[in-house]
């Protein structure tokens, strides 16, 4: 079945740092590729829905210079947590729409970031 | 807005009971519906889905129905396992954007 493979799963850095996470649809092409975020013991909530090629689109209040999200090829998106806070410490899941078409969506196994 | 309501959790079962976790929706359209499944530490697998109004969801034991009538997608099974633990997450995709909300989620615990 489709495989999304979300790297690293737990990464810890030091205030001010930048952190990149990697999405990849490792047997499918994703055009649409989703960035979560999900608070502890919360739901998820969508951040910005990332499209190949353009310009990704982010939800309300969330900062699109501090969360920068590229999707440069079909099967690669990459959040990029700028100069990272510990308010900024969460897990960040992605998704991928595609391998199979139609209503599947596949996550990735989630990466947790911590801020010290 | 379009928005997914659950039971509140935690909810604690012992093995082999029978389970039910609430789920309600508000969409307009008709919006495609799924459960997911998040074990701890993991990402969300997809437990089952339903595209349309009396379709059945069903996969591992467990079964939902789309009722359009009561905008309902309760998730049920006949008798769960420890293994069942995790947390369970009720979920519409709009029927105009390419978006999937989640409700709040219910933690299932089951003991032995």
């Known amino acids: 079945g489709a495989v999304v493979s979300q790297h690293p799963s737990r990464v810890i850095c030091k205030s001010g740092t930048s952190v990149k996470i990697e999405c990849r649809s490792l047997?499918?092409?994703?055009?649409?590729m989703f960035w979560y975020r999900q608070f502890p013991k919360q739901s998820l909530m969508l951040m910005a829905t990332?499209?190949?090629?353009?310009?990704?689109?982010?939800e309300q209040g969330v900062e699109k210079d501090k969360f920068l999200i590229n999707h440069a090829s079909l099967t690669l998106s990459t959040l990029t947590v700028t100069s990272a806070h510990p308010e900024d410490s969460s897990f960040y899941i992605c998704?991928?729409?595609?391998?199979?078409?139609?209503?599947?969506?596949?996550f990735g196994s989630g990466t947790r970031l911590t801020v010290v | 807005g379009n928005s997914v309501t659950q039971m509140e959790g935690p909810v604690t079962l012992s093995e082999e009971a029978f389970l039910t976790i609430n789920c309600t929706y508000t969409?307009?359209?008709?919006?495609?519906l799924f459960w997911y499944v998040q074990y701890p530490g993991e990402g969300l697998q997809l437990l089952l889905k339903?595209?349309?109004?009396?379709d059945k969801g069903s996969n591992k034991g467990f079964e939902a129905t789309y009722r359009k009538e009561t905008t309902s997608f309760h998730l049920e099974k006949g008798s769960v396992q420890v293994s069942d633990s995790a947390v369970y997450f009720c979920?519409?995709?709009?029927?105009?954007?390419?978006?999937?909300?989640f409700g709040p989620g219910t933690s299932l615990s089951v003991i032995p």
């Open positions: 990332s499209n190949e090629g353009s310009k990704a689109t982010y």
């Open positions: 339903a595209t349309k109004a009396d």
């Open positions: 979920a519409l995709r709009e029927t105009s954007y390419d978006k999937v909300i």
């Open positions: 998704s991928a729409r595609g391998g199979g078409g139609g209503y599947g969506y596949t």
């Open positions: 969409a307009t359209g008709y919006p495609s």
């Open positions: 047997d499918f092409q994703a055009t649409t």
